[in-house]
């Protein structure tokens, strides 16, 4: 392990340009210590933190922990404390939520957990049960700009949707449709539970699929069970659907068979642009039973004010939360989310540590974040964007870690956000810097880009970057770092397996807040208002935004 914080070793410059400049030999790494990077990381994700469950013990003791690290590093409060509240709703299903399918070839009943998970659509619901016809909805997708509308010439109103996960597949003859092989945010279920209440759904049922879900269906089952968290429902948006869910493959299957339908069949006309819903003729009832309460969680904010202009902020976040305790897997209750995402917080208290052990003047402002209730659909930092305590439009852009690396230094890099716009150009110099290969995502089709915090704020217009360590691992066999994070999402990802390890390392850890640690120095000390990249999605809020700031 290297020693404590120190100065960086090469100076940023503000205005990097857009030319990599490898060095001969890479920079020492040795900003941030390896020590409290650990040391953090044992805490947060002790037995005694309970999982750090929003809205739980655990939970308010993790966010009082990072307060008191922030302070003791030097950050400030914001408005005087260093806290946000966030307000929340949360619901629990009862155990004997029921769902049954029949049709003209007799009657499926999928058994709770095993096959499929149900919730409220509204998180103050207490009972809701309803019964109507299924209808397969293709990929239960909106798109004009893509010339797709899965649900033309329907009226799904007050029926029960059945709809694929992830994006259709993009055709040979149109290459680069709904992203190619990367997922987008019509991939996302958040996307189809919000386009299905659009649309008057009782009902929207999920298909989970393991390869373009991205998890297993033990990560599904531990999500939706127990505890769900969600934001007060917007009085400007829809009305929220009756209920929303998963259900398995097999169930998908199963229910689809008692029309006499094939699910292989429907899914490859689904993957047309010329799709037709289809009304199944097979009834789906369900009831459900849930407790519900208001609670609150918090963000933990501290800011290093600029020196020159501390108007004008980076935002550097990381979740806190994970999912507390609940169903025991192998006799273990507490998900400690050791991986994730203590260690992003471990490093985002040492990367607050390192800036205080450098005591150098930055033109504009830095904001600490560490997120609350992001395994429950990004909440903290959705509320963040949505009551920011620094104005967006005096946010130059955000900088954001979810999954420290615990395993050793790598020769690569992969920096979600880089190849959509500006900010790629403060990434790539010190990258290369580091002997950093920048490569794309490795799993475009799980959608990353749209998973974790920095996504409220990209969003909004904030020009973002998700900062994840890379998988060729130094001193290892090719597809090494691949095969452990294969088995990590297969065995321990949203699961109590994801515990602290004394086979952790940390010098991964420390090269990764490095390269977080210099971009967000170069951003601080540049004049440019970094924007989104002709052709992204977010660059209108962006130049709307920056209409008003600027």
Not at 12 to 36: L, M, N
Not at 398 to 421: I, K, Y
Not at 502 to 513: K, P, R, S
Request: net charge negative.
């Amino acid at each position: 392990m290297r020693g404590p914080a120190v100065i960086l070793c090469v100076a940023v410059v503000a205005g990097c340009g857009d030319v990599d400049v490898p060095p001969d030999e890479p920079d020492e790494v040795r900003v941030v210590s390896p020590d409290v990077v650990e040391r953090h990381l044992r805490t947060l994700a002790s037995d005694e933190y309970m999982g750090r469950g929003p809205g739980h013990p655990g939970g308010d003791m993790a966010a009082e922990y990072i307060a008191e690290q922030f302070a003791a590093a030097g950050l400030q409060p914001v408005g005087g404390s260093h806290f946000q509240t966030v307000p929340m709703l949360a619901s629990t299903t009862a155990s004997d939520a029921r769902l049954t399918f029949r049709g003209p070839e007799g009657e499926v009943a999928p058994t709770y957990l095993d096959d499929f998970v149900l919730n409220p659509g509204d998180p103050q619901a207490t009972s809701v049960s309803g019964e109507a016809e299924v209808v397969f909805a293709g990929y239960g997708i909106v798109a004009p700009e893509a010339d797709w509308n899965d649900f033309a010439g329907i009226d799904v109103r007050g029926k029960v949707l059945l709809v694929l996960v992830n994006d259709p597949p993009s055709p040979s003859a149109e290459p680069d449709l709904f992203g190619g092989p990367a997922m987008t945010y019509y991939g996302r279920w958040t996307y189809k539970y919000e386009e299905a209440a659009r649309q008057g759904a009782l009902a929207t049922l999920i298909v989970h699929e393991t390869a373009p879900a991205g998890y297993p269906w033990s990560v599904v089952r531990g999500g939706w069970s127990g505890e769900q968290f969600a934001l007060p429902p917007d009085p400007e948006g829809p009305a929220p659907a009756g209920m929303n869910g998963w259900v398995s493959l097999e169930t998908a299957r199963s229910l689809l068979d008692l029309a006499g339908l094939d699910f292989e069949e429907l899914k490859r006309q689904a993957a047309s642009r010329d799709f037709e819903a289809i009304a199944t003729g097979v009834s789906a009832s369900a009831r459900l039973r849930a407790s519900t309460r208001s609670v609150e969680t918090r963000n933990v904010v501290g800011t290093r004010p600029g020196a020159t202009r501390p108007d004008e902020v980076i935002t550097i976040t990381s979740h806190y939360d994970h999912f507390g305790v609940g169903e025991a897997i192998d006799g273990d209750s507490i998900y400690n989310g050791a991986y994730d995402n203590a260690s992003g917080t471990a490093l985002l208290i040492g990367l607050a540590d390192a800036l205080a052990a450098d005591g150098t003047a930055l033109d504009r402002s830095l904001l600490f974040i560490a997120t609350a209730a992001e395994e429950q659909g990004l909440l903290g930092a959705q509320w963040y964007v949505q009551s920011p305590l620094v104005p967006l439009e005096r946010t130059v852009a955000e900088v954001n870690v979810d999954g420290a690396n615990l395993w050793g230094e790598t020769d690569d890099v992969t920096v979600h956000g880089a190849e959509r716009g500006e900010l790629g150009a403060y990434v790539r110099p010190h990258a290369g810097a580091l002997g950093l290969e920048i490569v794309p995502d490795q799993e475009p089709e799980k959608g990353f880009f749209f998973r974790s915090d920095h996504f409220p704020f990209a969003k909004a217009g904030i020009p973002s970057l998700y900062i994840e360590h890379g998988r060729r691992f130094r001193g290892r066999d090719a597809g090494w770092g691949q095969d452990l994070l294969d088995r990590y999402t297969a065995e321990r990802y949203h699961a109590p397996s994801d515990e602290f390890s004394e086979d952790f390392v940390f010098d991964g850890a420390i090269q990764q807040g490095e390269l977080v640690y210099r971009i967000v120095m170069d951003v601080a000390n540049s004049t440019e208002w970094p924007n989104w990249s002709d052709g992204q999605e977010f660059k209108a809020a962006r130049n709307a935004m920056m209409g008003t700031a600027r």
